[in-house]
């Protein structure tokens, strides 16, 4: 398919300011952690010290004997959970499971997870009251790595769970023909035929890797607010990525009709996909309901590291077949992905996206999904993206060295253009791909020297899928010739300004004269989370549709003041409504008419739409590493990218630049310590470490905008992708500095400098 | 039990006098007995920032700091930053350039970036993170961040208008 | 007629064809066609008359939003994808609506 021409847009492109702006740099922004209710209380919640146990007794006595403790709860004080499927946008889960993360049950199945919570009126009386709930646990052997929990003989976190085949997950069979221990679900991936392709092969690679866990890292601490009222409404205040989402997954926790559940989004600080699952907001709401007052809870931040989902710790090995000229023809894969202590890792994502850059005749992925005694994973940014791309990046790059081929020039000599398959069997349609790696090679950065001692340049391609799904939006005409624009996504880095410019752009008029705002569950229509790189996209496509509706309104009021018929009538791009005989009514003018002419004109949009376009993207970086100490320092890094029409560019740098850094973190220094016996050693800011203003250079952004014909203005999700490549980039940069392959990530000094040693 | 003590102070330049517990945090204080909740927790535990606050002009996270401890003292938070109905540079560069996206680490920064330009009006950039090397953004990568603050020392430089 | 890629999962019912050639006007007339060439496939796909929460499909490489109301061109290629658990590109959508 042909890409439509670039058009001249007036607002799509520009960087206005964001609607929300000025309450965000003044303070006077609200976040869920900001609310304050009469007579609210502080809940808090009790976590187990031990990564595996049997809850044997929960005697809450003493604590409720603190003047001060209006309630405690433990999973008893919830509705009984059966076995039931629950969506979640991003992932689907059992609701059982779900249930026993919010709370344990009979067991504690991680190091932080929840036992037990309670509500007093001051957040200090609450915390002393936390150590007077009286736990007797009973320990039992965790499993703490794939390795370990694959092996034959393995103790078994869930007794009765054997391996299932992916698509049969959720219904009875079929069980898979072969049963491992904690393997939750094999998915095997697979087209062509791989043995011909090995057989065709003049070059066989086969390499493995490793990464650690990471955690999504927003700065805002998970927080809920709820207040069950006397008529049995809940309603709940909160920072989510999906309010809907939040909505439903309480009914279910809750058992309560979603009509009786009222979900108010506040701002929210952060989430690359880790603020979608429950997780104490089903605890204030039953606080709430005992205690008949509402329920503020706030997570501490290492509450917030045990507790919550981080993404997978990873095992992937690489197989690959070329020609001598490059020419690949067999990918294979073998990927364990760690699911924590429930179902649910993002391994098919891993297998999906590793050789999606390139066009193989013949690959397979076998991706298992696997239980450790670890806090269940969530989505975190291109979830499982990254660890499958650094496996296959890497070993690309040791396959350019054994050829003798540049790094770059190979993967363009593979890359998948339109009508290439990907692994799943779909072809690829006006995709971006090439024109990135062009990009790159073209790039400054590139085609710059790279001098000084133990420096080394490294380059990696990702690829991610992005997201569509439902998403409401309707839009007002105020007499001032303004237009409110009511949304149901929430607005974590711009989505307001990326959504009224759209909606700007359709009816022809100023930016500054949109005036969106973020609504509750109440209040618009179902939307799905922000998050999944579809909200410009997805949430797009409705403000244009409202927009469209708009138009058409306009034009049938035009008409009928000019007394014509309508079909004479035409709204142009350019926001003028123009009639026969010269008349003409721009925005303004006939916003201000249509009190007096039959009412307000409303637009609004419910939409699903199709067409979301693949992202790739192509990371280039350089790097120093000490030889002393083997601390590697970042020095430039490049980011290159197929945003297909960059609605806002700031705000589409920005995430390429947030992505980029948080790949740098897991490439170098973000990594759960956990010892022996599965507790979580580095629960805080300072021993989990993020990258800081003094760890990362600028980046600089390099748009390739290769319009997406599935949206109106050719957007394509950008969102996830840019943390994908970092990955390998940076070990591949590690290569070149110092001759060794960093094969286990993150590379921090103590694991680089153990394989620097021996080189010395 | 802990008990409540008075606290004398000033904050963003008016005198403020409340009632706190004594094992209230200055952040503590700031939000839940005062309402001001411009100022972030992040992590209570001074490893990200958010918490910023300038007391007696020095820049210092806010939970790290008892309650008691600002008695007679001046606390400046974000919300003291912008006089009366104008926004100071680094806040209108902040918006201009995009530097925040969720928005959470923003007040931090702020606060942070102001404490510098007033000590060091035309920074490097190496200057402008070292100083900001204590305030963590998940979201930005800081690229944006960097350049709003050296945006924002130009701007109070050149002559108004 | 559309070319149902069949995942290789379940590539053991259909005689180990990698994809089948079925009529259909809709996906829910294709996934119907399919079963008497894949015994038991339709079971594993539809529930109560809907798609399977944690499955989608696709028509010509584009995730089908209305689930099998979607209609499926003349020689469309079908793809069956399997729950992913991951970003909401790879992930289930919502079922569609009963009729
Ligand atoms: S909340 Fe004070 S430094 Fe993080
Ligand atoms: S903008 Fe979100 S943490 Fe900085």
């Known amino acids: 398919m042909v890409a439509p021409a670039k058009k001249p847009y007036r607002v799509v492109g520009s960087r206005p300011v964001r609607p929300d702006g000025t309450d965000k740099v003044t303070g006077r922004a609200n976040y869920g952690a900001d609310i304050r209710l009469p007579?609210?209380?502080?809940?808090?919640?009790?976590?187990?010290?031990?990564?595996h146990a049997r809850i044997v007794r929960i005697d809450a006595a003493k604590a409720l004997a603190l003047p001060g403790v209006k309630a405690v709860i433990t999973q008893a004080d919830f509705p009984a959970a059966e076995d039931a499927i629950t969506d979640l946008g991003e992932t689907a889960s059992n609701l059982k499971w779900l249930v026993d993360n919010v709370?344990?049950?009979?067991?504690?199945?991680?190091?932080?997870?929840?036992?037990?919570?309670?509500?007093?009126?001051?957040?200090?009386?609450?915390?002393?009251?936390?150590?007077?709930?009286?736990?007797?646990?009973?320990?039992?052997?965790?499993?703490?790595?794939?390795?370990?929990?694959?092996?034959?003989?393995?103790?078994?976190?869930?007794?009765?769970?054997?391996?299932?085949?992916?698509?049969?997950?959720?219904?009875?069979?079929p069980r898979s023909e072969h049963d491992i221990p904690n393997a939750a679900s094999h998915l095997r991936l697979e087209i062509g035929d791989l043995d011909q392709g090995f057989a065709e092969a003049e070059v066989v690679i086969e390499r493995e890797y490793e990464t650690g866990t990471a955690h999504q890292g927003y700065i805002e601490p998970h927080n809920g607010t709820a207040l069950w009222n006397e008529s049995g409404e809940l309603t709940v205040w909160l920072s989510t990525q999906g309010p809907f989402m939040m909505r439903d997954q309480l009914a279910r926790v809750l058992k309560l009709p979603v009509s009786k559940i009222r979900v108010i989004p506040m701002e929210?600080?952060?989430?690359?996909?880790?603020?979608?699952?429950?997780?104490?907001?089903?605890?204030?709401?039953?606080?709430?309901?005992?205690?008949?007052?509402?329920?503020?809870?706030?997570?501490?931040?290492?509450?917030?590291?045990?507790?919550?989902?981080?993404?997978?710790?990873?095992?992937?090995?690489?197989?690959?077949?070329?020609?001598?000229?490059?020419?690949?023809?067999?990918?294979?894969?073998?990927?364990?992905?760690?699911?924590?202590?429930?179902?649910?890792?993002?391994?098919?994502a891993g297998g999906m996206c590793m050789f999606s850059p390139y066009s193989v005749p013949n690959q397979r992925a076998d991706c298992y999904d696997v239980i450790v005694n670890k806090p269940k994973v969530?989505?975190?940014?291109?979830?499982?993206?990254?660890?499958?791309?650094?496996?296959?990046?890497?070993?690309?790059?040791?396959?350019?060295?054994?050829?003798?081929?540049?790094?770059?020039?190979?993967?363009?000599?593979?890359?998948?253009?339109?009508?290439?398959?990907?692994i799943d069997g779909a072809a690829f349609q006006s995709i971006g791909n090439e024109a990135v790696m062009r990009a790159a090679a073209e790039s400054p950065h590139w085609n710059s020297e790279l001098q000084g001692e133990n420096r080394g340049r490294g380059i990696a391609m990702g690829y991610w899928g992005n997201g569509g799904l439902e998403s409401s939006a309707y839009a007002t005409v105020n007499r001032d010739g303004t237009v409110g624009l009511v949304l149901g996504s929430v607005d974590i880095g711009g989505q307001r300004a990326a959504l009224a410019m759209q909606i700007a752009e359709t009816l022809g008029i100023d930016y500054e004269q949109v005036k969106p705002i973020v609504v509750d569950t109440d209040s618009i229509g179902f939307t799905a989370v922000t998050g999944g790189s579809r909200t410009t996209f997805a949430t797009g496509w409705a403000v244009h549709e409202a927009g469209l509706e708009i138009r058409r309104e306009l034009e049938a009021r035009a008409a009928r003041i000019w007394e014509v018929d309508a079909s004479l009538v035409h709204y142009d791009d350019d926001g003028v409504i123009r009639g026969p005989e010269d008349r003409s009514f721009t925005f303004r003018e006939i916003a201000g008419q249509l009190h007096r002419t039959g009412g307000t004109v409303q637009g609004k949009?419910?939409?699903?739409?199709?067409?979301?376009?693949?992202?790739?993207?192509?990371?280039?970086?350089?790097?120093?590493?000490?030889?002393?100490?083997?601390?590697?320092?970042?020095?430039?890094?490049?980011a290159?990218?197929?945003?297909?029409?960059?609605?806002?560019?700031?705000?589409?740098?920005?995430?390429?630049?947030?992505?980029?850094?948080?790949?740098?973190?897991?490439?170098?220094?973000?990594?759960?310590?956990?010892?022996?016996?599965?507790?979580?050693?580095?629960?805080?800011?300072?021993?989990?470490?993020?990258?800081?203003?003094?760890?990362v250079p600028q980046i600089d952004t390099i748009l390739v905008e290769e319009p997406n014909p599935g949206h109106p203005y050719g957007v394509r999700g950008v969102g996830e992708v840019p943390i994908v490549p970092p990955l390998a980039a940076v070990a591949n940069a590690i290569h070149q500095a110092t001759g060794v392959r960093t094969r286990r990530l993150p590379a921090s000094p103590r694991v680089l400098l153990e394989e620097l040693l021996p080189e010395e | 039990m802990s008990s409540r003590i008075i606290i004398s102070t000033e904050i963003n330049g008016e005198p403020a006098e409340f009632l706190s517990d004594e094992r209230d945090s200055l952040l503590e204080a700031l939000r839940d007995r005062l309402g001001l909740m411009g100022t972030k927790e992040g992590c209570n535990n001074g490893n990200c920032g958010a918490?910023?606050?300038?007391?007696?002009?020095?820049?210092?996270?806010?939970?790290?700091?008892?309650?008691?401890?600002?008695?007679?003292?001046?606390?400046?938070?974000?919300?003291?930053?912008?006089?009366?109905d104008r926004l100071i540079p680094v806040q209108e560069t902040f918006l201009e350039r995009g530097a925040l996206q969720c928005g959470i680490c923003t007040p931090g920064f702020l606060v942070a970036a102001h404490a510098l330009l007033q000590e060091h009006p035309r920074p490097t950039e190496e200057q402008v993170r070292y100083w900001l090397a204590g305030n963590l953004c998940r979201c930005t990568g800081y690229d944006k961040i960097i350049t709003a603050v050296l945006d924002a020392a130009e701007r109070a430089d050149a002559p108004s208008g | 007629m559309a070319t149902v890629f069949i995942p290789a999962s379940l590539r053991r019912l259909c005689g180990d064809r990698h994809s089948v050639e079925v009529e259909g006007a809709t996906l829910r007339q294709v996934?119907?066609?399919?079963?008497?060439?894949?015994?038991?496939?339709?079971?594993?796909?539809?529930?109560?008359?809907?798609?399977?929460?944690?499955?989608?499909?696709?028509?010509?490489?584009?995730?089908?939003?209305?689930?099998?109301?979607?209609?499926?061109?003349?020689?469309?290629?079908?793809?069956?994808?399997?729950?992913?658990?991951?970003?909401?590109g790879e992930a289930p959508g919502r079922g569609a609506p009963p009729r």
Do not use: W
């Open chain 1, 103 to 173: 709370l344990a049950s009979d067991r504690a199945l991680y190091h932080g997870h929840a036992v037990a919570a309670l509500a007093a009126t001051d957040p200090h009386v609450a915390e002393d009251a936390l150590a007077l709930i009286e736990v007797e646990y009973e320990e039992l052997p965790p499993v703490l790595s794939v390795h370990e929990a694959m092996a034959e003989g393995a103790p078994r976190v869930h007794p009765n769970m054997h391996t299932v085949e992916m698509l049969a997950r959720f219904s009875p069979g």
């Open chain 1, 378 to 422: 969530s989505a975190y940014r291109a979830p499982g993206a990254p660890a499958g791309s650094f496996a296959m990046e890497s070993t690309l790059d040791e396959l350019a060295e054994q050829l003798d081929i540049d790094p770059l020039e190979l993967r363009q000599r593979n890359a998948a253009v339109d009508g290439t398959r990907r």
């Open chain 2, 51 to 84: 918490c910023a606050v300038l007391l007696d002009g020095r820049l210092v996270n806010a939970c790290l700091v008892m309650a008691a401890e600002v008695e007679g003292s001046q606390v400046t938070t974000v919300e003291g930053l912008a006089e009366q």
């Open chain 1, 640 to 695: 290159i990218q197929d945003v297909g029409t960059a609605i806002h560019p700031d705000y589409v740098e920005g995430q390429i630049q947030g992505g980029a850094v948080q790949g740098i973190g897991m490439a170098l220094t973000e990594e759960y310590v956990y010892d022996d016996q599965g507790r979580l050693r580095n629960a805080s800011l300072l021993d989990y470490r993020m990258p800081t203003t003094l760890d």
């Open chain 1, 39 to 51: 007579g609210m209380l502080y809940g808090r919640v009790l976590r187990s010290p031990h990564a």
């Open chain 1, 605 to 638: 949009a419910d939409v699903m739409p199709e067409g979301t376009g693949p992202a790739f993207a192509c990371h280039i970086v350089d790097v120093e590493v000490d030889p002393d100490t083997a601390k590697v320092e970042v020095l430039r890094y490049t």
């Open chain 3, 31 to 88: 996934i119907e066609n399919l079963d008497p060439e894949c015994p038991g496939i339709h079971a594993l796909i539809v529930e109560e008359g809907m798609l399977r929460p944690g499955i989608q499909l696709a028509v010509n490489g584009s995730t089908a939003a209305t689930g099998l109301l979607r209609e499926v061109p003349a020689d469309a290629e079908v793809q069956i994808l399997p729950a992913m658990s991951g970003g909401a």
């Open chain 1, 268 to 348: 929210i600080g952060g989430g690359f996909g880790g603020k979608i699952p429950v997780y104490m907001e089903p605890m204030a709401a039953v606080l709430s309901k005992k205690t008949g007052r509402p329920v503020k809870m706030i997570m501490q931040r290492d509450e917030v590291l045990f507790g919550t989902g981080p993404t997978s710790a990873t095992y992937v090995r690489v197989k690959l077949g070329a020609k001598r000229d490059g020419t690949l023809t067999a990918a294979e894969a073998y990927l364990a992905y760690e699911a924590g202590a429930y179902p649910g890792s993002p391994v098919g």
